[in-house]
């Protein structure tokens, strides 16, 4: 059924967020924040997950989030005191959680030997349990509602659709399903509101009232949980068969009134679990769309350069006035450019609590003490970087837990905290962002890396390396420093992938590392993916664009400040400092030019390989927002060059990576005959 | 629609036929978009000699390759005589430069002889099928082939 798939849609959607508080919940519980609100919250977002994991037979998780469930009502009706270890459970059975939830969406295997000794730690606290009662929530781990045991109570449940129900495409069967799937049920329904005249009978009508008898559950929660989305449109009554055996119930559900009056309004971000009925505070819209959209501002931007370009060729008399409205129209455009590009930006909230989860296991496998602080989490992203950022990270966490820290023993031998500290940030700065995961281990082992690339031929023996360029040898393709492969990391695709990955965002990964004190990774990314600030240059007669963000300044230089170093290098003082200048007609593949240094220009740039070098290009025509267009699809990567963009006149100028072009000034791999690899090392 | 009448009608092929290094070739229609004319590219750094650039089609960038060169004919010189037909193969959309373009062809599928084998050589191994035509015949290039080995050579 249609409706159906596009409900589990929506389900796991919920999940996103549910699993987003939890994740907030447990994290302030960790804190030291252990107030019933906090614990409360997270109860109720592990309830709301296996509510609706219920509706959709997905037992695996139902049978877990019951278990988890029952723990957390135990922690927050105080019979189990919170201690570290019940903390330490409590998280890894979150991140369980979300890992069932990935898998059932995903439809994958779940690898059972990761839940099941969480769920041997959640059932040990419940062991100690003093309420003989509750043993039977044991069962649920198993599903075995079938027969009713002595302690389960059966509840009476009388549903009544009204037409509203119907109306907004609602199913009685799916709710009755999804009480099924909670216990024993006994179904009748009341006919005899129906006509019995067949013309008279109105499909939209409530005509009909079921009842349904369910042995199982001990409270009346998880039933209301059924009806959460529509208990506007129904009538609704939920008893106790049997009232007189059980008094609990009827305080359950007290407390639950109380819970959902206090924290409702107190944070929105809290606990998201009603986000249906809530009127419009979110909007969810096909990806699609927004990207048709986004193309449509594109075309708008490069309309918007094609006619200033058109008017300035004009030469029209007094045109003052009209330059005015063209700059507004221009402001306009950039406006609704940025306007649209928001609507696809993320936090990277969700992406680093993903991370707290690998860092977490990363840390359990390896036997390390991990504390991940993440820092910046509100920063936006482009979606899709959020979405293709998630692999890369996975790995680097890995690696940095792996790798960088170093055992609790060694860490003490040192007179370090034996607990590593493992920092995930995200900043904006300047146009892009710059995600930096910083651990404070041991640092690279510089000599070893050389050793290793030694080994792995790629690069001779007698390569002079700086250090940062002994670093970049780690993203080679086919290096790998474990010395035996671990079950984490290590298995040689590492971080040259990592680095494609990136690249292909249009980001690049610097490596800063003080042996003894830890090694930082940044990763800088473009803010949007669609479009950046550019100058417009010439080279040779063809018109390129080089980011503003790399461009420091721009120099025409005198003769005096040229020098020239051997046939080929040629360096600029500029401040007292002397950089070397790079030719871009001669990188671009053009033939050289006899032109003097002095009558072009210079680009200053920096980035984060080369501390600084210069640019030497033709002309300077513009600097304006270009439209980012991938080459990648239709043609494939072009070394120097990271994409192309339409210009005001409808031809296509390429975009400079600097960060590429100057990488393959390096001069050690160009010297090596044999290393393909390096030319691959040298290309990014 | 009845299955009989898929049964007893034979396949109908449709080629748009080209000359390009003075020989007949042809495409099959499905995977041509367009044809245009010639107009200026924007060079491509590090590009080997078959790819000319890119061009600009209502604000995608599109490869041009010179079919002439790339089966190992001469290289064209562009003029605005030439013709640029517009492909679309595997999520990839390409432009080929050809000297002209001559006509739809229709044939039916049992028409398309197979390729008879002598030495492979550049062109012999991307041409699928030949289609006799009267006294003449031309070759059907399979796109996909044609384009497997990577545009440009490894920086």
């Given amino acids: ?684 | 629609m009845s299955l009989r009448a898929d049964v007893q009608k034979p396949k109908r092929l449709e080629f748009v036929t080209l000359v390009a290094g003075e020989q007949n070739f042809c495409i099959e229609i499905t995977q041509i978009r367009e044809i245009r004319r010639w107009t200026p590219v924007t060079m491509l750094p590090h590009s080997p000699d078959h790819v000319l650039g890119v061009i600009n089609l209502r604000g995608a960038v599109i490869p041009i390759i010179d079919l002439a060169a790339k089966l190992g004919f001469a290289q064209i010189a562009p003029t605005e005589r030439h013709v640029i037909i517009i492909i679309a193969v595997e999520d990839r959309i390409i432009g080929l430069l050809v000297e002209s373009v001559s006509e739809i062809l229709g044939v039916d599928a049992e028409n398309v002889r197979e390729t008879p084998r002598g030495p492979e050589d550049v062109t012999t191994r991307v041409i699928t099928g030949i289609i006799p035509l009267g006294d003449d015949m031309t070759k059907i290039i399979s796109l996909p082939t044609l384009l497997t080995q990577p545009l440009q050579v490894a920086a």
């Fill in chain 1, 1 to 684: 059924m249609a409706a159906d798939s596009t409900m589990r849609d929506v389900f796991f959607e919920e999940c996103e967020d549910l699993i987003a508080a939890l994740s907030d919940g447990l994290g302030a519980m960790r804190d030291g924040q252990t107030d019933d609100e906090t614990v409360n919250a997270v109860f109720r977002a592990v309830h709301s997950v296996k509510g609706a994991a219920g509706a959709f037979a997905l037992d695996d998780l139902v049978g877990f989030a019951h278990a988890f469930e029952t723990v957390l009502d135990a922690v927050r009706s105080h019979r189990l005191p919170l201690e570290d270890r019940i903390l330490h459970v409590l998280q890894r059975a979150g991140d369980v959680l979300a890992d069932l939830i990935d898998a059932a969406r995903d439809g994958s295997a779940v690898n059972q030997a990761q839940v099941d000794p969480v769920v041997d730690d959640l059932r040990s606290f419940l062991g100690d349990e003093p309420q003989p009662d509750e043993n039977f929530i044991f069962d649920a781990l198993t599903l075995s509602f079938d027969g009713p045991t002595d302690a389960a109570l059966t509840h009476v449940i009388t549903f009544r659709p009204s037409d509203a129900f119907y109306i907004s495409g609602n199913d009685p069967f799916l709710v009755v399903q999804a009480l099924q799937s909670l216990g024993q049920t006994r179904v009748s329904v009341d006919t005899s509101h129906a006509p019995t005249d067949i013309t008279a009978l109105d499909w939209r009508s409530g005509y009909f009232t079921w009842q349904i008898e369910l042995d199982g559950p001990d409270n009346d929660l998880s039933i209301r949980e059924v009806f959460q989305f529509v208990d506007d449109l129904c009538d609704l009554t939920i008893r106790l068969k049997d009232a007189v055996s059980e008094q609990e119930p009827a305080v359950v559900e007290n407390d639950d009134v109380q819970i959902s009056d206090t924290f409702e309004q107190p944070s929105a971000t809290a606990l998201p679990d009603r986000n249906i009925k809530r009127p419009t505070s979110s909007l969810r819209v096909d990806p699609e769309r927004v990207d048709r959209l986004i193309n449509a501002v594109g075309e708008l931007i490069i309309n918007q350069s094609v006619i200033s370009q058109r008017l300035m060729q004009a030469n029209l008399p007094n045109n003052a006035e009209l330059f005015a409205d063209l700059d507004d129209y221009k402001l306009l455009a950039r406006e609704i450019q940025e306007g649209v590009m928001a609507i696809r930006a993320q936090p990277v909230k969700p992406l680093f609590q993903r991370m707290l989860r690998i860092a977490r296991e990363a840390a359990d496998a390896t036997g390390k003490l991990v504390d991940l602080i993440t820092d910046g989490e509100a920063t936006e992203v482009d979606k899709t970087v959020v979405e293709r950022l998630a692999d890369p990270l996975t790995h680097m966490i890995r690696n940095a837990i792996d790798h960088g820290i170093e055992q609790p023993e060694r860490r003490a031998e040192v007179g370090k905290d034996p607990q590593g500290k493992l920092r995930l940030s995200a900043r904006q700065r300047s146009g892009s962002i710059v995600i930096e995961i910083a651990d404070d281990g041991a640092g690279l082992d510089r000599q070893r890396i050389k050793e290793i690339a030694i080994s792995k031929n790629l690069i001779p023996e007698d390569a002079q390396l700086t250090e940062a360029e002994i670093d970049h040898l780690l993203f080679a393709p086919g290096f790998s420093t474990a010395k035996a492969v671990t079950n984490l990391s290590g298995r040689g695709v590492g971080m040259d992938v990592v680095k494609t990955a990136i690249a292909a965002l249009g980001g690049r990964v610097a490596i800063s590392s003080v042996t003894g004190h830890g090694t930082t990774f940044s990763i800088t990314l473009p803010l949007t993916l669609a479009v950046m600030d550019g100058m417009i240059i010439n080279v040779g007669g063809q018109t390129m664009v080089v980011p503003i963000s790399n461009i420091i300044e721009t120099v025409r230089p005198k003769a005096a400040d040229i020098s020239y170093m051997g046939l080929t290098s040629t360096l600029l003082r500029i401040r007292g400092d002397y950089v070397p200048i790079i030719d871009l007609s001669e990188r671009m593949g053009q033939a050289t030019t006899t032109r003097n240094m002095t009558d072009r220009v210079l680009l200053l740039i920096q980035t984060d390989t080369v501390a600084q070098c210069a640019l030497a290009v033709d002309d300077i025509y513009d600097q304006r927002q270009v439209v980012v267009k991938s080459m990648q699809a239709n043609y494939g990567d072009i070394a120097g060059i990271s994409g192309a963009t339409i210009l005001g006149d409808g031809k296509i100028a390429l975009i400079i990576d600097p960060d590429a072009v100057v990488q393959s000034n390096s001069n050690y791999p160009v010297t090596i005959s044999t290393g393909k690899e390096l030319a691959h090392v040298a290309a990014r």
